[in-house]
T-cell receptor, first 119, second 112 residues
């Protein structure tokens, strides 16, 4: 159980293109999902917290207009990198926390990541 | 903000040897999570610790949280090549807060 599917796993596109990444919880509901970015040989950096039915909460320094997040259902969150440029190239990973009450300390389950390369 | 320091940064062991990875927090931990990542892939959840003095085991991996809830260790017994990867500890700061802060990771290599 607790499987998170992330798609696509690899994207190569031209500068100026917008890219959408999907994150789905396959066998559980997730009111809250998270988007991370990981640079080579570094740890994960939280970009934003995605909340179903409301606006995402972005971490300091993350551009809201550049990284659009939509969490339209309890099993799907999407991250759209708008007008992507080479500096946006990175490994993006999503995670989902199973809904078991606000004070239930459930682990986050992660997708397999999306490697984005902007030419 | 909570900071997690992992040690060692990297580790190379011979197959069959035991090893320990440590994770130290600057603040009291509410929840401590251990994950494993292979380069370029997602994270695999290993264990979650919440209570001071708690210890959990799964197969050959044991994780402990100290009584003060500021340090955790991950111990692998009789390591195998399949244990190779990057081990990350993550922590949540308090009840109702779901955001994870991660350590920088420990890269484990197991030589057959």
């Amino acid at each position: 159980g607790a499987v998170v599917s992330q798609h696509p796993s690899w994207v190569i596109c031209k500068s100026g293109t917008s890219v959408k990444i999907e994150c789905r919880s396959l066998d559980f509901q997730a009111t809250t999902m998270f988007w991370y970015r990981q640079f080579p040989k570094q740890s994960l950096m939280l970009m934003a917290t995605s909340n179903e039915g409301s606006k995402a909460t972005y971490e300091q320094g993350v551009e809201k207009d550049k990284f659009l997040i939509n969490h339209a259902s309890l099993t799907l969150s999407t991250l759209t990198v708008t007008s992507a440029h080479p500096e946006d190239s990175s490994f993006y990973i999503c995670s989902a926390r199973e809904d078991r009450g606000p004070y239930s300390n459930q682990p986050q389950h992660f997708g397999d990541g999306t490697r984005l390369s902007i030419l | 903000s909570q900071e997690l320091e992992q040690s060692p940064q990297s580790l190379i062991v011979q197959e069959g040897k035991n090893l320990t990875i440590n994770c130290t927090s600057s603040k009291t931990l509410y929840g401590l999570y251990w994950y494993k990542q292979k380069y370029g892939e997602g994270l695999i959840f290993l264990m979650m610790l919440q209570k001071g003095g708690e210890e959990k085991s799964h197969e050959k991996i044991t994780a402990k949280l100290d009584e003060k809830k500021q340090q955790s260790s991950l111990h692998i017994t009789a390591s195998q090549p399949s244990h190779a990867g990057i081990y990350l500890c993550g922590a949540t700061p308090g009840a109702g807060s779901y955001q994870l802060t991660f350590g920088k990771g420990t890269k484990l290599s197991v030589i057959p």
